[in-house]
């Protein structure tokens, strides 16, 4: 029985993470091309077996060993049988923007408040592990995109940023009005941070930044006009006498003010008292 020669091979863009093709008649006369950023996954029946990188396969008994012990005797005399193939995009994908979806509430280590703190930024994601991230993300579905991955991995992303960043803001013992100076060094942990998380889905993180990191308006006017009180001490000090002193001071000099304004209202009604006697 002879077989007409059957090319299994997927070319899609960046935005596509993996696709699963559909062969009907797979037989010993295949072929599977599989471009340099792919890796291509065999599935029967819902499991997965043979795995394959970059090239050009002459799909033989012996280039699939994992199917081959499971479809010995069909495979061995050349009947063809229906599989499917996943092709996994391995390519770095480095432009994804993320944002806190609310401020994360944390007490400012220098001044007494709770303040709301937003965050935003940018990450970069690859495929690390095709048949971990298959089999435990993408599972019956027929293609997988990049913003199906945001989605995916959102929540724990969200969680370990507020984390991580909470627990910096203490660790550093700095206000939230500095802490962007800190930027760098909270983009590494988070990224450490998320790689231990996706790890099981067979995903990098292979970039990660935080752009900024703000708090509301209010919260912001707030600790501000603390930081303003704290560095007016702060020179008082320096001047040899404590803000406490200038507070008596500016009490005592208000004090004297109205009193002087008062003893001239004083003079005034009375000069206009005695010109209405006369």
């Not at 990450?123 to 027929?142: E, Y």
């Not at 910096?168 to 909270?186: F, H």
């Not at 009490?251 to 003893?263: D, F, H, K, P, S």
Request: include cysteine; charged fraction near 25%.
């Amino acid at each position: 029985m002879s077989f007409l020669p059957h090319v299994i091979e997927h070319e899609g863009d960046n935005n596509t993470l993996v696709y699963r093709y559909k062969c009907e008649d797979l037989n010993t006369k295949s072929k599977l091309i599989v471009h340099d950023t792919q890796e291509a996954l065999f599935f029967k029946s819902g499991q997965a077996f043979d795995l394959f990188g970059g090239g050009s396969h002459n799909l033989k008994t012996e280039n699939l060993p994992l199917l081959k012990k499971v479809f010995s005797k069909i495979y061995s005399g050349g009947i063809p049988f229906p599989v499917e193939v996943y092709f996994i995009n391995k390519v770095n994908v480095l432009d994804i923007t993320w944002g806190t979806d609310a401020p994360i509430d944390v007490k400012d280590p220098e001044y007494p408040v709770i303040v709301g703190v937003r965050a935003n930024g940018q990450t970069g994601i690859r495929i690390k592990d095709s048949r971990r991230f298959v089999l435990k993300v993408v599972g019956q579905l027929q293609d997988y995109s990049v913003d199906a991955v945001r989605r995916a991995v959102k929540g724990m992303m969200l969680a370990s940023i507020k984390e991580c960043i909470a627990k910096a803001i203490i660790e550093k013992g700095v206000s939230i009005l500095k802490i962007s100076a800190y930027l760098s060094e909270l983009s590494q942990k988070i990224m450490a941070n998320l790689n231990e998380r996706v790890d099981d889905l067979g995903i990098e993180i292979n970039h990660f930044v935080v752009t900024s990191i703000d708090t509301p308006k209010e919260d912001a006017e707030e600790l501000r006009s603390l930081m303003d009180v704290d560095q007016e001490k702060r020179r008082m000090d320096m001047m040899g006498y404590t803000y406490h002193d200038k507070r008596k001071y500016d009490i005592a000099e208000g004090a004297a003010t109205n009193q002087g304004m008062a003893g001239g209202l004083m003079g005034i009604g009375m000069g206009l008292g005695v010109g209405g006697i006369l």
